[in-house]
């Protein structure tokens, strides 16, 4: 199983990057989804979760209304629309499979099994 991420950069503050998180080796269909982040210096935390058919995505709070995740399971991919960047969203962003369809305990990472190698997002003032 392999997860690819990409998409990360350098953006001005206020703008927009969308991530895409391509998967080989299962079948996505049957996994939520989820994106993580790790700033330096700081523990990985949650940013957004969806379930395996994306009929309910879930979110942190400070990434609430900003950030979009969807998935198109007929391309096995998952994506993390990132609009009006913050300093603060600065991080090495990670996807992650779920060990179910339905996204329990979504902001736990220790129910995530499959994890990508991270792409970088830096926002600048």
């Known amino acids: 199983v392999q997860l690819q991420a990409s998409g990360g950069g350098l953006v001005q503050a206020g703008g927009s990057l969308r991530l895409t998180c391509a998967v080989s080796g299962l079948t996505v269909s049957r996994y939520a989804m989820g994106w993580f982040r790790q700033a330096p210096g700081q523990e990985r935390e949650f940013v957004a979760a969806?379930?395996?058919?994306?009929?309910?995505?879930y979110y942190a709070d400070s990434v609430k209304g900003r950030f979009t995740i969807s998935r198109d399971n007929a391309k096995n991919t998952v994506y993390l629309q990132m609009n009006s960047l913050k300093l603060e969203d600065t991080a090495a962003y990670y996807c992650a499979t779920h060990k179910t369809a339905f996204a329990l305990g979504f902001r736990a990472s220790a129910l995530y099994h499959y994890w990508g190698q991270g792409t970088l997002v830096t926002v600048s003032s």
């Open positions: 969806i379930n395996g058919n994306g009929g309910n995505a």
